[in-house]
């Protein structure tokens, strides 16, 4: 679209009151970071997507050996992208890593401390098992939202605010299109103006147009909103920031219906368009037990040398996403236990 299309399609939607000085004085456009989480929900198996396993372990529920996978018992091997992320040869997972594994920092052997849905959500999600504690998106949007129309979208999921923004609840996007287009809305099956009543507005918004156009100052303003806008759909990717995480994980092995049950350890996935200064952290054990940290992130890949307080634990993936929205000034009042381990290093 031209740019002088571009103008005159913003004021054919009435978007004309922006430019005046006292809108302009009462809104402001937010160009910061958009927060993104994605809720895997139900607990899922990262054996077969971030931390990968091929390998057998003891069912404790009948005994024998068998494989965690049936992918690595089909005889499919690890793979990995070219900047060293390794992921399951499972399902689509070879577009998704290959082609967004530059942009990743995953974070593996997250121990959720619990097998309960409720309890996995509330701690993975806050930082904390006991109610009350928000979500790190409703952080963010009280933090650089305050003003602003539809700052903390959510269609499901952990959504607690404690009381610092209110969420707007859309479980179908595609609802925002009534808000585009308010003449044509999908609930019913009919028009808010007739035909003649539209073309009539069309006249007096395209005569008050031309009629604007002819004043110095509306151009410069013009031009102004125009860059903005140019801007703005250059640095959506950019501006970017997402978390991917779930419950908890899934059992390494499968059950009797060839499903596999809870268990509290987890993963979690960062991605921004500009990558991290590393594209992983932590792990588990080939038997998928926890496993702790050393004093430079690295893994210690020993169970038996499993340091409790060295485990990653939600209050550390929370602390590290506070960090990354700038929302740490909420700490004192919604302290996280993280002990020593720190992993904001990893926004670095």
């Not at 499919?76 to 942009?103: C, H, M, V, W």
């Not at 287009?181 to 005569?207: C, F, G, K, M």
């Not at 200064?277 to 020993?302: F, H, I, K, M, W």
């Amino acid at each position: 679209m031209h740019r002088r299309d571009l103008l005159k399609a913003f004021f054919a939607a009435g978007l004309t009151p922006v430019l005046g000085p006292w809108a302009m004085a009462e809104n402001r456009r937010y160009e910061g970071p958009i927060y993104i989480t994605v809720f895997a929900e139900g607990g899922w198996d990262v054996t077969s997507l971030c931390d990968p396993k091929d390998g057998q372990r003891l069912n404790p529920a009948n005994g024998n050996t068998v494989w965690i996978n049936h992918w690595a018992e089909a005889g499919q091997s690890i793979a990995t992208t070219n900047n060293g992320l390794r992921y399951a040869p499972f399902a689509d997972n070879e577009r998704l890593f290959q082609t967004l594994g530059s942009k990743m920092l995953v974070i593996n052997g997250i121990d959720t401390q619990t097998n309960a849905h409720n309890a996995g959500v509330r701690h993975t999600f806050s930082g904390r098992f006991a109610d009350g504690y928000p979500a790190q998106t409703a952080l963010a949007a009280a933090r650089h939202g305050a003003g602003l129309p539809l700052a903390f979208l959510s269609n499901g999921g952990y959504r607690e605010t404690a009381g610092l923004t209110q969420f707007t609840l859309m479980q179908d996007p595609s609802t925002l299109n009534d808000l585009i287009n308010p003449n044509d809305p999908t609930w019913v099956d009919s028009h808010y103006h007739r035909p003649e009543s539209l073309d009539l507005i069309a006249q007096a918004r395209q005569a008050r147009l031309d009629r604007l156009l002819g004043q110095q100052q509306l151009r410069q303003r013009l031009q102004e909103a125009a860059d903005m806008d140019q801007r703005f759909g250059t640095n959506l990717v950019s501006r970017l920031r997402v978390v991917v995480a779930s419950d908890f994980g899934r059992t390494p092995w499968y059950n009797d219906g060839d499903g596999k049950d809870h268990w509290p350890l987890g993963s979690a996935i960062l991605m921004r368009d500009n990558g991290f200064s590393r594209n992983s952290v932590g792990g588990t054990s080939d038997q998928v037990e926890a496993l702790s940290l050393n004093g430079d992130l690295s893994l210690n890949p020993d169970p038996q040398a499993t340091q409790q307080e060295r485990i990653i634990r939600p209050a550390h993936l929370q602390q590290l996403l506070r960090y990354w929205a700038n929302i740490e000034h909420y700490n004192s009042t919604f302290p996280l236990e993280t002990g020593s381990l720190d992993l904001r290093s990893m926004l670095g």
